[in-house]
């Protein structure tokens, strides 16, 4: 009995530890890949079934050969370019909760890291806020940003006195921070708890001269959101995904399905437009990018030396 009671102990230990350490990677991933100087951004959602074992999706498409062992991740991912199938091959590593590794295939390597995603805080972008204080209107230009670590960031800019934004938190629709100013030479000490409804935000700045009402607006948010693309290029798939992060950072889906950043984006009245960066076999292309946004449609132009691409999105959801 006391011999059983041991075996049995042994293969739980033994399988039970299988079983978390394959939960390790079970869950959904942001992909950042890197070919040359050009990223790239892709969705990695991987499931565990109630035999332990692993399948996976990249981009929404099936996983070939998925093997976690040992904190060992390899694959192979498929994908069709112009009627012709692309075979790539992972091998990376996991620890301290990233993925590192190299995609391999014809058209070159390149570099993997891959973190759990995270909902993106309520709370990012550009604000044009309005405060009451003391009967005296303010206008101000709050910004908040998400660092590499995650945590969020504020930088608060007002034509009196300097400021600094600290303790940045968002917790589903609710803003708090802290803010160290000095205005003529006196310094002050405040706490602002807000609540966000959409693109606009509403709350008390907190002060031991009293509470200052806070309204604000979030800058070109008619902008921000997932797009649905239609083009008419003869390349590629006819739909495309366009995002536009609250902080106004542009990403455009590309030939593998990935989504590749926009530089040097501005926004001027209701024209957007930046320069779309892609590596391919090599070789790094600028293509200019130019949209306007008109009654909830985005319409625009990415130029190329094949010729122009033309298309209309709008706004999934």
Same mark, same amino acid.
């Given at each position: 009995?006391l011999?059983?009671?041991?075996?049995?102990?042994?293969?739980?230990?033994?399988?039970?530890?299988?079983?978390?350490? %394959?939960?390790q990677?079970?869950?959904?991933?942001e992909v950042?890949?890197?070919?040359?100087?050009s990223?790239s951004?892709? *969705?990695?959602?991987?499931?565990q079934?109630?035999?332990g074992?692993? @399948?996976a %999706?990249?981009?929404?498409?099936a996983?070939? $050969?998925?093997?976690? *062992?040992?904190?060992?991740? &390899?694959?192979?991912r498929?994908?069709e370019?112009a009627?012709?199938? =692309?075979?790539?091959?992972?091998t990376? @590593?996991?620890?301290?909760?990233?993925?590192?590794?190299?995609l391999?295939? *014809?058209?070159?390597?390149a570099?993997?890291?891959?973190c759990?995603?995270?909902p993106?805080? /309520?709370?990012?972008?550009?604000? !044009?806020?309005?405060?009451? /204080?003391m009967?005296?209107?303010?206008?101000?230009?709050?910004?908040i940003? =998400?660092? *590499?670590d995650?945590?969020?960031?504020? +930088?608060?800019?007002?034509?009196?006195g300097?400021h600094?934004?600290s303790?940045v938190k968002?917790?589903?629709?609710t803003? %708090?921070?802290?803010?160290? &100013?000095t205005? #003529?030479?006196?310094p002050? &000490?405040?706490n602002?708890?807000?609540?966000?409804e959409?693109?606009?935000?509403?709350?008390?700045?907190?002060?031991d001269?009293?509470?200052?009402?806070?309204k604000g607006?979030?800058?070109?948010? !008619?902008w921000v959101?997932?797009?649905?693309? +239609?083009?008419d290029?003869?390349?590629?798939? /006819? $739909?495309? %995904?366009?995002?536009i992060l609250?902080?106004?950072?542009?990403?455009? $889906?590309v030939? !593998?399905?990935?989504l590749?950043p926009?530089?040097?984006?501005k926004?001027?009245g209701?024209?957007l437009?930046?320069?779309? #960066?892609?590596?391919?076999?090599? $070789?790094?292309l600028?293509?200019?990018?130019k949209a306007?946004?008109?009654?909830?449609?985005?319409k625009?132009t990415?130029?190329? !030396?094949q010729?122009?691409?033309?298309f &209309?999105?709008?706004?999934?959801g």
């Amino acid at each position: 009995m006391l011999k059983r009671m041991c075996l049995l102990a042994i293969v739980l230990l033994v399988f039970g530890q299988g079983m978390v350490v %394959t939960a390790q990677i079970a869950g959904q991933w942001e992909v950042k890949t890197m070919q040359g100087s050009s990223p790239s951004y892709h *969705e990695m959602k991987v499931e565990q079934k109630e035999d332990g074992s692993l @399948t996976a %999706t990249w981009n929404g498409d099936a996983l070939k $050969q998925f093997k976690f *062992e040992n904190n060992k991740l &390899s694959f192979v991912r498929s994908m069709e370019m112009a009627g012709y199938e =692309v075979m790539s091959r992972f091998t990376g @590593t996991l620890a301290d909760g990233k993925i590192n590794g190299v995609l391999s295939s *014809e058209m070159g390597d390149a570099k993997v890291v891959a973190c759990p995603a995270q909902p993106m805080a /309520a709370a990012l972008g550009l604000w !044009d806020v309005d405060m009451d /204080a003391m009967g005296n209107l303010f206008k101000v230009k709050l910004v908040i940003s =998400v660092q *590499e670590d995650g945590s969020l960031a504020g +930088q608060w800019d007002s034509a009196m006195g300097e400021h600094k934004i600290s303790a940045v938190k968002c917790e589903k629709d609710t803003l %708090t921070f802290k803010r160290s &100013s000095t205005i #003529e030479g006196t310094p002050l &000490s405040s706490n602002f708890k807000g609540t966000i409804e959409g693109n606009t935000l509403s709350g008390k700045m907190m002060t031991d001269w009293g509470d200052w009402d806070i309204k604000g607006k979030r800058m070109y948010g !008619d902008w921000v959101g997932r797009w649905t693309v +239609q083009t008419d290029s003869m390349f590629g798939p /006819a $739909q495309r %995904t366009l995002d536009i992060l609250p902080d106004l950072s542009v990403r455009y $889906q590309v030939f !593998d399905g990935g989504l590749n950043p926009l530089k040097n984006v501005k926004i001027d009245g209701n024209t957007l437009t930046g320069m779309l #960066e892609v590596s391919l076999a090599g $070789q790094v292309l600028e293509l200019p990018f130019k949209a306007t946004l008109t009654d909830g449609v985005i319409k625009g132009t990415l130029s190329s !030396d094949q010729g122009d691409i033309n298309f &209309s999105s709008k706004k999934k959801g």
